[in-house]
Nanobody, 120 residues
Framework: QVQLVESGGGLVQPGGSLRLSCVAS????????MGWYRQAPGKERELVAG???????NYADSVKGRFTISRDNAKNTVYLEMNSLKPEDSAVYYC??????????????WGQGTQVTVSS
């Protein structure tokens, strides 16, 4: 019943910018922490950025100073603004959220992923 829908991925040249969005919908009682992960070809999935319900953030060292995570609680939406993109940022980006449903325990939910390709 809970679904995370991502948008904003695509092909961009090095130095360019993209803004990813993820909207949660369904029988949601409460959304706790939200975050963005990525998985590059041949590599393990890694945390890119996370944000608590109160707005506290954390970032991977590789993106610190270039990426910004934010959320709009009224819209059940989390964003990832990506600037000064590098080829090594190319990956499938996944939205994640810790959600308490109206009926059921809280658990993590994942989006389907959106492809970000940084190439000239």
């Amino acid at each position: 019943q809970v679904q995370l829908v991502e948008s904003g991925g695509g092909l961009v040249q090095p130095g360019g910018s993209l803004r990813l969005s993820c909207v949660a919908s369904g029988s949601i009682l409460r959304i706790n922490a939200m975050g963005w992960y990525r998985q590059a070809p041949g590599k393990e999935r890694e945390l890119v950025a996370g944000i608590t319900s109160g707005g506290s953030t954390n970032y991977a060292d590789s993106v610190k100073g270039r990426f910004t995570i934010s959320r709009d609680n009224a819209k059940n939406t989390v964003y990832l603004e990506m600037n000064s993109l590098k080829p090594e940022d190319s990956a499938v980006y996944y939205c994640n959220a810790d959600i308490k449903r109206v009926w059921g325990p809280a658990r993590d939910y994942w989006g389907q992923g959106t492809q970000v390709t940084v190439s000239s």
